[in-house]
């Protein structure tokens, strides 16, 4: 399938869970990502907060279970640049978060420190759907694919998905970032060499 017909079908999918399901899912996704990750050696994480309207996967109680099992750990999130395709990056602070006129919470940037991307170690994306090599498929913007690009090489690129793979997306680009881990409800993907 092209991304698009994909971006469709799995925006349908996910407006279509039951409010409970979506919980569930975000819970075991949230279970899953403290499983099988150790971030003691990393200092700056990267990760989105959740645009609830669109059912995005819920961050906040990751966030929580984080700061307290890694108490070191910088965390990291995203503000859109209005009128714009890029990101700013700030130290997540709480009090310095309000919601956009889209509804996506984010840092106020006045009252915020800003990260350089080249500090990122690691970054939990959001997507809609992935393939079994590790493509992933978000709303069509290619805002994580420029922010990915001004991180170091070397960074880690953590899915998060409430679906499970598909087989293979058509139409990857050499733009296309692919990711090096996908986490589901069900497992933890784990992605060898990139097409």
């Given at each position: ?36 990750f ?21 961050t ?22 209005p009128?714009s ?38 970054v ?72």
């Amino acid at each position: 399938m092209t991304k698009k017909e994909l971006r469709k079908q799995y925006k349908e999918k996910r407006n279509n869970l039951s409010e409970s399901e979506y919980q569930q899912r975000c819970e075991r996704i949230v279970e899953k990502v403290l499983e099988n990750f150790d971030f003691s050696a990393i200092h700056y994480l990267h990760l989105f907060l959740p645009i609830r309207i669109q059912k995005e996967i819920d961050t906040f109680p990751l966030i929580e279970q984080l700061q307290l099992k890694y108490p070191q750990l910088q965390l990291v999130v995203p503000r859109v640049v209005p009128n714009s395709f890029e990101m700013e990056h700030y130290l997540y602070k709480p009090a310095t978060i309000t919601l956009s006129a889209w509804g996506i919470p984010e840092p106020e940037p006045n009252s915020s420190q800003q990260v350089s991307p080249q500090k990122i170690d690691a970054v939990l994306l959001p997507l809609l759907v992935f393939d079994q090599k590790g493509n992933r498929v978000g709303y069509g913007k290619g805002f994580y694919d420029r922010f990915l690009t001004d991180c170091r090489p070397e960074v880690q690129k953590i899915g998060l998905c409430l679906e499970e793979a598909v087989p293979l997306i058509e139409e990857v680009g050499e733009w296309d970032i692919p990711l090096d881990f996908c986490v589901t409800p069900q497992r933890c993907y784990e992605f060898g060499v990139k097409n």
